[in-house]
């Protein structure tokens, strides 16, 4: 049976007229490496102990509301944007038909994306004065030359590739345009936060998050799972007039939440709240079509399987999401004032942990090259396969469950929770970068086994 995840994902360059046979780059390999040390050594560890700072049982209390923006962020433009951007630059000049990115581009765009996020993890948290001035606008300098980058690299590319009508395309264009926007974004986060040491104003955090989510990280989200996910689960790939309706809600959504920053007040409100219930629209819709909410992995082998509940998992996350963003904002755009705090972090918690952090997992497993000879081995997947699958749906239930409860339960047990979703988390994502390096050092064998089979 032909290979479900080579067919969506790797056309053979036969397919890509006019691209000529190049070496394989692994570069994106660098990015995965990063977001994975910023997802250890830096997310997910602050999610354990910033938590228990909170509560005063360890150090650090009165750095916490730095913490929590560091956090934030970190797991955003670090954890999930260094991934997405490493897997969209390699992936979409495969998709459009288009030569791969060289590593003279690739690299010097990692170390413009890494760089700011390794700041944002060491020094900005602890940095006071005009030490905490001069890294918040490097930061916010940096990171915005990062994604004015992947904006041109992909615009390039997808303006010089294959003109489908086909829904990845459009999602990957939306998304390389707000990957431009979040380049003036982060100028201007990197201005304000400057003035206010090293502290971004609450609506520009606030904003900034769900820009970051829905934007750029989510666009490629929907574009590369239109084009493999219904594939992998024995379904057709939705046709442009079956995604058009919610990914045009969906974006309008987020474009009426980033305008929200060019007012104050009721008006402010009003607009965030009625994008962020426009885009809850789009993302309760969305992993129908695109993705996949139900059903059996039917074209991918036996081995590759268990990866598939990763992407359930994260699509059906994804639809909770989008219903808590509804409800909180409807609630916001009636109030006209920043409501229902619960339902937004247990959103972005739920979008974090759920829909990012399961699709990262299970996909790098059913599309990365590095997995490619584990995916057709035979015989049952190995439990540091299946556990993190399991460590992550009880940091889901745990962090999404406890943000919810805010107003039932007392503070000191809501962060109590977190550091324990925190935990699961972590251990989940320390047993997927074991599998990663394991893989990485059998690459040669693979390689080898690999031209064997296209030999024969
Ligand atoms: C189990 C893992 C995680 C835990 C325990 C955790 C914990 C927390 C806590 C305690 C807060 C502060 C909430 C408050 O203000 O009361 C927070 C905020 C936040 N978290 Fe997480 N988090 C986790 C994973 C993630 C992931 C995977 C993402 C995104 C990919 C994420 C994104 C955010 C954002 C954007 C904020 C708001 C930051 C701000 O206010 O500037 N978190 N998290």
Do not use: C
Request: charged share 15%; glycine share 10%; hydrophobic share 55%.
């Amino acid at each position: 049976m032909a290979n479900a995840d080579e067919i969506a994902l790797e056309p053979p360059l036969s397919r890509n007229a006019g691209v000529t046979p190049a070496v394989e780059d692994r570069s994106y390999l660098g990015f995965i490496a990063a977001a994975l040390a910023a997802a250890l050594g830096g997310g997910f560890l602050m999610a354990v102990w910033m938590p228990l700072a909170a509560t005063g049982a360890v150090g650090g209390q009165g750095r916490v509301p730095w913490l929590i923006q560091a956090h934030g962020w970190v797991q955003v433009q670090g954890w999930a944007g260094l991934f997405v951007a490493g897997m969209a630059v390699r992936l979409m000049p495969r998709f459009a038909g288009r030569p791969p990115v060289g590593r003279n581009v690739t690299l010097p765009l990692l170390a413009a994306l890494g760089l700011p996020v390794a700041l944002r993890m060491t020094l900005q948290p602890w940095a006071t004065g005009t030490l905490a001035e001069a890294t918040a606008a490097a930061i916010g300098v940096l990171s915005a030359v990062g994604a004015a980058g992947v904006a041109a690299i992909l615009a390039w590319t997808l303006g010089k590739g294959r003109k489908a009508r086909d829904p990845w395309r459009y999602f990957a264009w939306a998304g390389t345009a707000w990957w431009a926007v979040l380049a003036a974004m982060l100028l201007a986060w990197g201005v304000r936060a400057a003035r206010n040491e090293g502290l971004a104003p609450v609506a520009w955090d606030d904003v900034m998050t769900w820009v970051v989510l829905l934007g750029p990280i989510g666009n490629f989200i929907w574009s590369v799972q239109s084009r493999s996910v219904p594939i992998f689960f024995g379904r057709k790939t939705p046709t442009w007039r079956q995604a058009v309706v919610p990914g045009v809600a969906y974006n309008a959504g987020a474009a009426l939440v980033a305008l929200s920053l060019l007012f104050e007040g009721e008006t402010a409100a009003r607009l965030s709240g009625s994008g962020m219930a426009l885009a809850g629209a789009g993302m309760v819709w969305l992993p129908v079509i695109a993705g996949s909410v139900w059903g059996q992995a039917k074209r991918l082998r036996p081995r590759a399987k268990p990866a598939a509940r990763f992407v359930l998992g994260a699509n059906i996350a994804a639809v909770v999401a989008g219903v808590l963003l509804v409800w909180a904002g409807a609630q916001t755009a009636l109030d006209a004032e920043y409501a229902e705090f619960a339902a937004r972090d247990a959103a972005r918690h739920v979008v974090g942990i759920g829909l990012v952090t399961m699709l990262i997992l299970g996909m790098a497993r059913l599309v990365a090259p590095v997995f490619a000879l584990e995916r057709t081995e035979s015989g049952v997947p190995k439990l540091y396969e299946r556990a993190p699958f399991w460590l992550l749906l009880g940091a889901l239930v745990l962090r999404g469950g406890s943000a919810l409860l805010a107003e039932q339960i007392s503070y000191d047990a809501r962060m109590h929770s977190a550091a324990t979703a925190g935990a699961l988390a972590w251990l989940a994502i320390a047993i997927f970068a074991v599998s990663v390096l394991r893989a990485v050092r059998a690459e040669p064998a693979t390689r080898r086994a690999l031209e064997t089979l296209a030999r024969k």
